[in-house]
């Protein structure tokens, strides 16, 4: 059974830090990309990051860049979003997917979806 799990999530006062995690289970991951995407409340689901899982090549977000970094562990098949510099607008819930092949932005694309993780930045 493909499954993804997302962990980490809680409240953080603007400027700090959280550090999701995402554990993959039921699948080949040397074929396939991985993302982090976010939905805030009454907003369309929005592409954060993602990683090619067989060679680590990473893509982000403008909104992010510079501010959350995606690494992999591949012992584990898990996944991590290092977010610094938190600001309120990044308050969402952030979903960890899959999709075969090369990682890319589309939302569309990925078919493999977590339950969510539930970031707050506020003070």
């Known amino acids: 059974q493909v499954q993804l799990v997302e962990s980490g999530g809680g409240l953080v006062q603007p400027g700090g830090s959280l550090r999701l995690s995402c554990t993959a289970s039921?699948?080949?991951?040397?074929?396939?990309?991985m993302g982090w995407f976010r939905q805030a409340p009454g907003k369309e689901r929005e592409f954060v990051g993602t990683i090619s899982w067989s060679v680590g090549a990473t893509d982000y977000a403008d909104s992010i860049k510079g501010r959350f970094t995606i690494f992999q562990d591949n012992a584990k098949n898990t996944m991590y979003l290092q977010m610094n510099s938190l600001k309120p607008e990044d308050t969402a819930v952030y979903y960890c997917?899959?999709?075969?092949?090369?990682?890319?932005?589309?939302?569309?694309?990925?078919?493999?979806w977590g339950q969510g993780t539930q970031v707050t930045v506020s003070s």
């Open positions: 997917a899959a999709k075969p092949g090369t990682w890319s932005i589309d939302v569309e694309r990925y078919i493999y």
């Open positions: 039921g699948f080949i991951l040397d074929y396939h990309a």
